[in-house]
């Protein structure tokens, strides 16, 4: 099968193709990314000159670019990661998210209709449902949990799991979407959560906290998510949602902690900030559905993913390194400078 990943090079994407040109070496990969800020070719470099993998650098919202790949490439499966996905950024600068996430998956839908393909799965997120009230730890989101926005990034990702519902409906396409929960695990964009304060706790400098810390996030180990997504590719019932989770809440102060201690660094490094305006309180998962349906639950408990998250990032300094030395750097110095 010829298996086109949009967004490969980014972090989840990037675990996705490597997972699947290991587990599969009869398919092949076919991987398209804009390469912006957030990918990066160093990630594919351990997969690029295998035989089952092709990169081509495109963007998502091109349409005669992306139908040139279809005609060329014939896929069978695309799978929708490309997605501008920081929520700090959506709020500084929406635009582009509605560019990438809407009119992009647009893009993918119609050249999925006009070419034929036999299943679509769209990347989406749990964010998609707004948040919980930190005080009534009984409730979860579930597929039936009502589509409630909190920032531009989860209004732009709705408004694309919207798109391939009404393409689904309509035109009868085989489409499938995947709500996950937040992710971690190597090759991390290091703006985010985790990889931020693992690199700044290594380069000792201070952990910014929003607000309190008291918000909370349901952490996935990124494999069991690639391991999720392949299962629903493979088995999952089209037209349907399915949320991917595994009970693994912790408020942001929790997981700070855990990596100080990890790291064997001071809890002084903890700096208090501005809250994020919008924040959403607390993401939780039920994943009861793909659990029943297709026998999903995550293999990695959040001890032990941390535990390995955080040797990879000492054993893979360059990798971030690169990243926080070059033109990510100003732009760090712009966005947050002053808080
Ligand atoms: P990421 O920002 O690390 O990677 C996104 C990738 O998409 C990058 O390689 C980037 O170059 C590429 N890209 C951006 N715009 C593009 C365009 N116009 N055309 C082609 N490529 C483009 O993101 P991630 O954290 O790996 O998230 C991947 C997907 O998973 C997203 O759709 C996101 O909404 C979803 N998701 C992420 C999380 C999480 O915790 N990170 C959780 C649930 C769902
Ligand atoms: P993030 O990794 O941006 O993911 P998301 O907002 O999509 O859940 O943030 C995870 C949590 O960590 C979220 O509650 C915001 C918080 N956070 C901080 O406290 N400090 C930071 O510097 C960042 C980037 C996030």
Aim: charged fraction near 25%.
């Amino acid at each position: 099968m010829n298996i086109i990943v949009t967004g490969g090079a980014g972090f989840i994407g990037g675990n996705f193709c490597h997972y699947m040109t290991k587990k599969y070496p009869e398919d092949t990969i076919l991987c398209i990314d804009k390469l912006t800020y957030a990918g990066n070719m160093e990630t594919l470099a351990p997969i690029m000159e295998l035989p089952n993998f092709k990169f081509f650098q495109t963007d998502i919202a091109n349409r005669d670019a992306i139908y040139q790949i279809f005609e060329g490439e014939k896929p069978d499966i695309v799978v929708n990661f490309a997605a501008e996905s920081h929520v700090d950024r959506s709020i500084k600068d929406p635009e582009v998210f509605l560019r990438t996430n809407v009119i992009g998956t647009g893009v993918m839908l119609d050249a999925c209709r006009k070419y034929g393909i036999k299943r679509y799965h769209q990347v989406s997120t749990d964010e998609v449902y707004g948040d919980l009230p930190l005080d009534r730890p009984d409730l979860f989101f579930t597929e039936e949990t009502p589509i409630h926005t909190s920032s531009p990034y989860s209004a732009s990702k709705a408004s694309a799991d919207l798109l391939v519902q009404a393409y689904a409906r309509t035109y009868q396409m085989p489409c499938t979407i995947s709500r996950c929960s937040n992710n971690y695990g190597p090759y991390h964009f290091p703006e985010k959560f985790i990889p931020l304060i693992i690199a700044n706790a290594l380069n000792d400098k201070l952990l910014p906290v929003y607000g309190k810390g008291e918000n909370v996030r349901d952490w996935l180990y990124v494999e069991d998510h690639c391991i999720a997504i392949d299962l629903i590719i493979r088995k999952g019932t089209e037209g349907e949602v399915y949320n991917i989770g595994g009970h693994n809440e912790r408020t942001n102060l929790e997981v700070v902690k855990t990596v100080l201690s990890e790291l064997d660094k001071p809890e002084s490094l903890i700096s208090y900030v501005t809250d994020r305006p919008g924040h959403d309180r607390r993401y939780a998962i039920d994943p009861a559905k793909i659990h029943k349906e297709l026998g999903w639950l995550p293999a990695t408990t959040f001890s032990e993913g941390i535990k390995k998250t955080v040797r990879w990032y000492l054993e893979n300094r360059t990798w971030w390194e690169n990243i926080i030395s070059g033109e990510y750097a100003d732009y760090y110095q712009k966005m947050y400078g002053n808080r």
